[in-house]
């Protein structure tokens, strides 16, 4: 990350006038498959629609895909921003929420950034926390979305070893079924068990007919694919895309955002 000044993003000067909204930076893992860098650019779209003229919001990755968040950062500044909040587009407060997010603010730091950067929560509970109603909704409208009628439901999700975010993944499960009148159960496509298509055997066993899969992820990939195959093989009657840029997770972003930066996430007059 410390080469990020050399190869760092174009960005177009503007003033530095406190009546522009702050930039949003958000931060995605990154991935070698090319749709999910198109959805994190969907939600881009999303959350500048959703802040109206004058949003300033960029992507960046961790990993796989250009620009790093180093690299964002550091073109913002050189712009003439004053200062930036960064959103990490995680569902889990796992080892790259708690670790990788903060190592990329200090990259940049590191190469000489001076603005102020705020960080905020992650799009999925905290650990000890509560499941965003937003986040819900835009699972439900995902569910809604494939026409078929369901009496259960798997909310699958990429995985993790850490055992306390994979607690919020079963909190996320056990709201979403709450909120639908089913019963929904946690899977994951590695890391821990059950797989999506042992969960719907699970629930299939203990007497449901019409299960659905829900996508705890916000972009396509190896895992979702390879979760969803797994709830077909099993008998799953529908699977949900993945939530991309959903009208709903753009809102949640400037929810988490409003708590450091009311400023970044309030509409502005043109």
């Known amino acids: 990350m410390r080469s990020a000044r050399m190869t760092a993003p174009a960005a177009s000067h503007r003033p530095a006038d406190p009546g522009f909204p702050t930039p949003i930076v958000l931060v995605a893992h990154g991935s070698r498959d090319p749709r ?10 999303a959350v ?3 802040v109206g ?3 300033v919001v960029r992507a960046s990755y961790l990993d796989h895909t250009l620009p790093r968040p180093a690299q964002v950062l550091t073109a913002l500044e050189a712009a003439g921003e004053r200062r930036a909040v960064l959103v990490p587009l995680l569902l889990t407060e796992a080892f790259h929420g708690r670790v990788d997010i903060p190592g990329a603010v200090a990259a940049a730091r590191a190469d000489g950034l001076r603005m102020p950067v705020a960080v905020s929560d992650v799009l999925g509970p905290r650990i000890g926390g509560t499941v965003d109603g937003l986040l819900l909704a835009a699972l439900r409208r995902r569910l809604a ?5 369901f ?4 909310l699958a999700a990429a995985g993790t070893r850490d055992a306390a975010a994979r607690r919020t993944v079963a909190q996320a499960a056990g709201e979403l079924g709450a909120t639908l009148g089913v019963p929904c159960r946690a899977a994951y496509a590695s890391a821990a068990p059950p797989t999506a298509g042992e969960a719907v055997a699970a ?3 203990g007497g449901a007919r019409r299960v659905a899969v829900a996508a705890y992820f916000l972009a396509p990939g190896l895992l979702y694919e390879a979760a969803m195959a797994s709830a077909r093989d099993a008998g799953a009657v529908a699977t949900a895309a993945p939530l991309e840029g959903a009208a709903e997770l753009a809102r949640l972003v400037l ?8 400023l970044a996430a309030s509409p502005r007059a043109a």
């Open 48 to 50: 500048e629609a959703a």
């Open 53 to 55: 003229p004058g949003a």
């Open 255 to 262: 929810s988490r955002v409003a708590t450091i930066d009311p």
């Open 145 to 149: 979305a494939t026409g078929e009628k």
């Open 151 to 154: 009496d259960a439901v798997v």
């Open 36 to 45: 999910a860098a198109a959805a994190t650019r969907a939600l881009v779209r």
């Open 203 to 205: 629930l299939r066993a």
